[in-house]
């Protein structure tokens, strides 16, 4: 069974997102980072850092998107974390 | 042969050292990438064995009522701390602020030091080890 980080909305944690757990994708270490801060402060606190995969052990899944996980969680971007995260809807192709 | 079984009180069980007393593996290898420096341990092995020989140590002292927080279920030997929150044993040394938290199956789930604050929000130690202690 996998569960979700409640920062960052990663959906592969072993264990529950609480006592100890550390999310590979966030770098929230559940009951000691949201002891200090909650979780919708800790997530802002990842995006404005750029939102970057914080584990060396764990590899990132392939095509990993930090914008797509947090759309996922349900999470409404600001039009600036969304510029920050580079929210592939933005991006214009142009074809001839 | 007679096999020697040593045995040590911890928070009023009686815990078999010889018995499996191990970082939980799923969390081991995260918490020392990013604890392990803490305690300049140079691989997981020397991490995971600082971090059982912090929880079997004896506690030295009296123990008394800690009474820095009402809400804690918490006993002070010493500079050591030592509660017990639903499944989680939690021993935290007020000298270094040194935290460690073994869950009922022995398996330990963190080893690391609390600092005074966290990305410029200021807690004490002794809080956040409270905090944690809370009885649910």
């Known amino acids: ?96 | 042969m007679a096999r020697y079984w040593r045995k040590l009180l911890i928070h009023t069980e009686l815990i078999d050292v010889d018995s499996i007393i191990r970082f939980n593996p799923a969390l081991l290898g995260q918490h020392f990438d990013d604890h392990g420096a803490e305690f300049g341990a140079a691989d997981e092995e020397e991490y995971e064995r600082r971090a059982i020989e912090f929880l079997i140590s004896p506690l030295n002292g009296i123990p008394v009522r800690c009474n820095a927080c009402q809400n804690c279920n918490c006993q002070a030997y010493g500079t050591v701390h030592q509660c017990r929150n639903g499944d989680d044993i939690i021993r935290f040394d007020t000298y270094t602020n040194t935290i460690a938290v073994m869950d009922v199956g022995r398996y330990i789930r963190t080893y690391h030091r609390l600092t005074h604050g966290y990305r410029g929000r200021q807690k004490a130690p002794i809080k956040v080890y409270h905090d944690r202690c809370e009885i649910k």
Request: aromatic letters at 12%; proline letters at 8%.
């Open chain 1, 1 to 96: 069974m996998k569960y979700t980080c409640t920062v960052c909305g990663f959906p592969e944690l072993a264990l529950p997102p609480e006592r100890d757990m550390i999310c590979p994708c966030c770098g929230t270490h559940f009951a000691y980072h949201d002891s200090y801060y909650s979780h919708s402060e800790l997530r802002e606190q990842w995006i404005e850092r750029g939102a970057k995969w914080h584990s060396k052990r764990t590899a990132a899944p392939p095509h990993w998107s930090a914008y797509q996980q947090l759309i996922r969680l349900g999470i409404v971007l600001t039009p600036e974390e969304e510029k920050l995260l580079g929210n592939p809807a933005t991006v214009i192709t142009y074809t001839a």
